[in-house]
């Protein structure tokens, strides 16, 4: 599947919901452990822009207008020190998994981040979730942290993973 992806709008966010919702059952990609609604996700969607945190939206080529993936890039930390550092999060629908989607979404964001004002890029994956972490591991995250057993999820605890990787020239000092 070749990419084509595009600045998420307002209309985009139930489909963005409905696919965050779609991985909360697997307990393999998010700590929610029930559906969200879609104001309750207004917030966070709001916080995007396609300046410095883009929230990418990919549709799907053979029905032009469903969206099947999603990418956002969002603020680490909430500090402005940490301005220069994002974290990227992707997500994809059932039908869209296993194509090479994520790592095209991945490999986009990475070529993007640096005209974003991004040198420096997280992940946060559940050690669990193997998929997520060779994708990571994949494009030269490394592990940057462990958090271990903080979630439960289900009654298991999980540990969270968190990835890293630089780009381009490293500012000493």
Same mark, same amino acid.
């Given at each position: 599947?070749?990419?084509?992806y595009?600045?998420?709008t ?10 965050y919702?779609?991985?909360?059952a697997?307990r393999?990609?998010?700590a929610?452990l029930?559906p969200?609604?879609v104001e309750?996700r207004l917030?966070?969607f709001q916080?995007?822009g396609p300046?410095t945190r883009?929230l990418?939206?990919?549709e799907?080529p053979?029905?032009p *207008?469903?969206?099947i993936?999603? $990418?956002?890039? &969002?603020?680490?930390?909430g ?5 220069? !550092?994002?974290?990227?999060?992707i997500?994809?629908?059932e039908?869209?998994r296993g194509? *090479?989607l994520?790592?095209q979404? $991945?490999?986009a &964001?990475l070529?993007?981040a640096p005209?974003l004002?991004?040198d !420096?890029?997280?992940g ?6 193997d998929a997520?972490?060779?994708l990571?591991?994949?494009f030269g995250?490394d592990v ?6 903080v979630?439960?999820?289900d009654g ?9 990787k630089r780009?381009g ?5």
């Amino acid at each position: 599947m070749s990419l084509s992806y595009r600045d998420a709008t307002l209309d985009d966010l139930p489909a963005i919901v409905a696919i965050y919702n779609s991985t909360v059952a697997s307990r393999q990609v998010t700590a929610d452990l029930e559906p969200v609604s879609v104001e309750s996700r207004l917030a966070w969607f709001q916080a995007h822009g396609p300046q410095t945190r883009p929230l990418w939206v990919v549709e799907d080529p053979r029905e032009p *207008g469903r969206v099947i993936a999603w $990418l956002s890039f &969002s603020d680490f930390y909430g500090r402005p020190a940490y301005q220069r !550092t994002a974290e990227v999060s992707i997500y994809l629908d059932e039908r869209a998994r296993g194509q *090479g989607l994520g790592k095209q979404l $991945l490999a986009a &964001s990475l070529e993007a981040a640096p005209g974003l004002g991004i040198d !420096t890029v997280l992940g946060f994956v559940f050690g669990h979730n193997d998929a997520s972490m060779r994708l990571f591991r994949g494009f030269g995250f490394d592990v940057w942290g462990s958090l271990p057993r903080v979630a439960v999820l289900d009654g298991v605890e999980r540990d969270l993973v968190i990835l890293g990787k630089r780009l381009g020239a490293q500012n000493a000092g």
